[in-house]
């Protein structure tokens, strides 16, 4: 039996757009025996596939193309189309699951690279793999990225009861921007990270509410953040943020502010979940008691 545990992950951290991802104490596990035909056993709903069309075997098969059938056990605490990392998740457990297989003995860092060759971007995969705090950037085949430890503090999800495609969300972004607005993005982003490097979380907070690159443009479909940003600044938050394309808005609390930060939340909006999480520095984990 092979046993594979992912963490969800939040991306962009706002100004990091495609770049910036952090690992959350929400999972996806799965456990793989051998079987005669490919299956998947899971309690998520008629859009998640039960047969080899699962994102998780198809892309275990990529990379491991004689890997015969198994039975997967699938359980995941990270609501799909949420700006979460789901797909990450998927992705990550299958590239598991084929060098658990396959005995294959991939690095974190090659395990990373596969991920975004299908992901496009390492945002998500990156802290999937490696957990933690990870900056990345794909260039060519290759993805380039540095771990660190993320600052302390509570990390308050407010995810909305209602979900937004990535695909639609990436849609109202611009195509272009003038040279001077990049600049200014670039600056904001590189404060942003210098701050997280540093631990100085009010000035995190600050660069992620200037981010010039993408959460002005999901404001419409995402009204909530700036809600939240207005409703939890005043309660002694640093900051907050889209997580990754949206709906869920992540908030950086001091942990003696998270219960008026989140009792406060519930109040703005009673069918949305208010879940307290903890930044996962594992990263994907495996066990395997069986070989191919």
């Known amino acids: 039996m092979i046993k594979i545990k992912v963490p969800a992950t939040t991306a ?4 990091g757009f495609d770049s910036c ?17 490919w299956s998947v056993d899971h309690q998520l709903g008629a859009s998640i596939p039960t047969d080899e069309s699962n994102l998780i075997i198809q892309t275990a098969l990529r990379f491991a193309p004689t890997m015969p059938p198994h039975h997967l056990v699938m359980t995941c605490d990270i609501p799909s189309t949420r700006g979460l990392g789901s797909s990450a998740a998927a992705i990550v457990a299958g590239i598991e699951l084929a ?24 945002d998500n995969v990156a802290p999937a ?3 933690g705090l990870v900056v990345a950037v794909q260039l060519g085949d290759q993805t380039h990225y540095t771990q660190h430890a993320f600052p302390d503090c509570d990390l308050i999800a407010f995810i909305p009861s209602t979900e937004l495609a990535t695909s639609l969300s990436r849609g109202v ?8 607005t990049a600049v200014k993005a670039s600056a904001i982003s590189n404060v942003m990270v210098a701050s997280l490097l540093s631990g100085n979380l009010a000035q995190v907070g600050q660069m992620m509410a200037a981010d010039l690159l993408h959460e002005h443009y999901r404001q419409a479909l995402v009204p909530d953040l700036t809600n939240i940003r207005t409703l939890v600044s005043p309660l002694g938050a640093y900051g907050c943020c889209l997580s990754g394309a949206g709906p869920t808005v992540l908030v950086l609390s001091p942990p ?6 989140m009792t406060t939340l519930q109040q703005y909006d009673a069918n949305a979940t208010l879940t307290r999480l903890q930044v996962d520095v594992h990263g ?3 066990d395997s008691s069986s070989s191919n």
């Open 129 to 131: 793999v490696f957990g």
């Open 99 to 122: 060098d658990s297989w396959g005995q294959l003995h991939w690095s974190r860092a090659e395990k990373m690279r596969l991920a975004t060759l299908i992901e496009g971007h390492p």
């Open 256 to 261: 003696s502010q998270s219960h008026v930060i």
């Open 21 to 37: 991802g952090l690992a959350l104490s929400l999972y996806l596990t799965l456990s793989a025996t051998p079987a005669v035909r």
């Open 173 to 180: 972004l611009p195509t272009t921007l003038s040279y001077q």
């Open 284 to 286: 994907v984990q495996s």
């Open 12 to 15: 962009n951290l706002g100004p």
